[in-house]
């Protein structure tokens, strides 16, 4: 069965800091792969996905996310964050049936 | 742009109640889903429908039932609601059935059982 990992619950930082959130997988087939945000109130949007191709993925307001195949890992960065990037982070993926597998998410909190 | 409507925001319901989510997408997808989403646990699919008519069970089903007549709505019912039940439901909705398309997400419903 697939699985979804998040490696931190919360991060704090500031604003014009970097963000890193770390996301691995386990599943032995063709995944894909995709990071999804929730603003305070909202429903869940689509950040970027990955499904095949140049690695390095490309998503809105700035983010940007990277597939290591070797490690299983499809982390989330963002060269310098915003006030309004507080939210909750989900790493997440589909299998070859269109299951969706949630991680734990990430709550982030930028401070001004 | 894709809409998927949750009836309701938030619902009180008391315990053994029967209780029904409603959720309507107007964009013909196939295929529809509910989830759960509670603190440090993240989402976790309860039931899925690829088609009229036809469930399939998540990772979660225990206490949960579906029903799809029609392709724009998917309704989950609680036949029994519990303590344990309390949570936030979210809907959502994908063209397609491959898991090359993103999901679509209606607004969640925030359901407390007394």
């Known amino acids: 069965a697939q699985s979804v990992s998040q490696h931190n619950h919360h991060v704090i930082l500031s604003e014009a800091a970097s963000l890193e959130l770390g996301c691995n997988y386990s599943?032995?087939?063709?995944?894909?792969l995709f990071w999804y945000v929730q603003y305070p109130g909202q429903h869940l949007q689509l950040l970027l996905k990955?499904?095949?191709?140049?690695?390095l993925v490309k998503g809105i307001k700035g983010f940007e996310a990277e597939f290591i195949k070797s490690k299983f890992s499809f982390n989330l960065r963002k060269p310098s964050v915003q006030w309004s990037d507080t939210a909750e982070y989900f790493c997440s993926l589909t299998d070859s049936w269109g299951k969706l597998q949630f991680g734990a998410g990430t709550q982030v909190v930028v401070t001004p | 742009d894709v809409k998927v409507t949750q009836s309701s925001r938030y619902l009180v319901k008391r315990t053994g109640e029967k209780v029904f989510l409603e959720c309507v997408q107007d964009m013909d997808h196939e295929n529809m889903f509910w989830y759960r989403q509670d603190p440090g646990l993240g989402l976790r699919l309860i039931y899925f429908?690829?088609?009229?008519?036809?469930?399939e069970k998540g990772d979660i089903p225990e206490g949960y039932s579906v029903s799809r007549e029609k392709k724009e709505r998917f309704s989950l019912i609680l036949e029994s609601a519990s303590t344990n039940q309390t949570s936030m439901y979210l809907c959502a909705s994908t063209a397609d059935r491959d898991g090359n398309q993103p999901q679509h997400f209606g607004d969640g419903t925030r359901l407390s059982i007394l």
């Open positions: 429908s690829y088609d009229v008519k036809m469930k």
């Open positions: 599943y032995g087939g063709t995944v894909n």
């Open positions: 990955y499904f095949s191709g140049d690695p």
